[in-house]
């Protein structure tokens, strides 16, 4: 286990400090609860345990925690400290697309449809139409849903009742569609149209009250 800001004085490198996999098989051996050595009341001083997760280095939230067999049961977390659920009913979030060619675009607007998410509006970024590929019939349908070329509302079915997704033709390259896209909300994530939603929903997270950075 290397600590680089950890420096030894004698040699002035970092300090390592050996694995410890091997003493605590050892041990195992020597005191697990199918062994010799045990107290004179019988009881192994090693016992084995699954309600001890490992999150060191995760971000979760409460729900991502395993749960023991019933309500009495509880789990040891070791690791970081957990963060809130978001809830757009405090804050709003965009979710801002950038697109090319438009053929992956419905699986998206499905996914919006169908997945647990907190977005209330999305903004699709895309080429002018000088550089845009011919639509086809359903791409023009889908773009003509809301009754404009350039907004459509898309029904959720688990999250806000209806979210806007608004069309917007780029003035600049791709790689300012972060900087270039037309929030209005106070925060907004990005992605493209190579990815969907995840139907089992998308969890962001937020800080708690007490955090400085809410």
């Keep these: 286990f290397p600590f680089p800001d950890m420096k ?6 970092s300090i390592i400090l050996a694995a410890k996999g091997d003493k605590f098989r050892r041990w195992w051996d020597l005191y697990g609860p199918t062994n010799a050595l045990t107290s004179p009341d019988g009881l192994s001083p090693m016992k084995e345990s699954s309600v001890i997760a490992n999150f060191a280095a ?9 749960t023991g067999k019933d309500d009495s049961e509880g789990v040891v977390v070791h690791g970081k400290g ?4 978001w809830n757009h009913m ?7 697309i950038s697109d ?48 404009n070329a350039d907004v459509q509302t898309v029904t959720s079915h688990t999250g806000p009742n209806t979210i806007n997704v ?8 791709d790689y300012m ?7 209005r909300t106070n925060w907004f994530m990005t992605t493209n149209s190579y990815h969907a939603l995840n139907p089992k ?12 950075a809410e």
Excluded: I
Excluded at 58 to 66: I, N, Q
């Design 58 to 66: 995760t971000d979760y939230l409460d729900e991502h925690l395993p």
């Design 90 to 96: 405090d804050h709003d979030v965009t979710l801002v």
């Design 177 to 183: 569609d972060l900087c270039a896209a037309p929030v």
């Design 201 to 212: 929903g998308v969890d962001l997270m937020f800080t708690h009250p007490s955090s400085n």
């Design 166 to 173: 608004k069309y917007v033709d780029r003035l600049h390259p």
């Design 8 to 13: 030894d004085p004698d040699t002035g490198g």
């Design 100 to 147: 090319w060619d438009g053929s992956l675009l419905p699986s998206v607007m499905e996914s919006l449809s169908n997945a647990h998410h907190p977005f209330t509006e999305v903004v699709v970024m895309r080429p002018p139409p000088e550089e845009r590929p011919k639509l086809s019939l359903l791409q023009r349908a889908m773009r003509l849903l809301g009754g």
């Design 82 to 85: 957990g963060w809130r659920q």
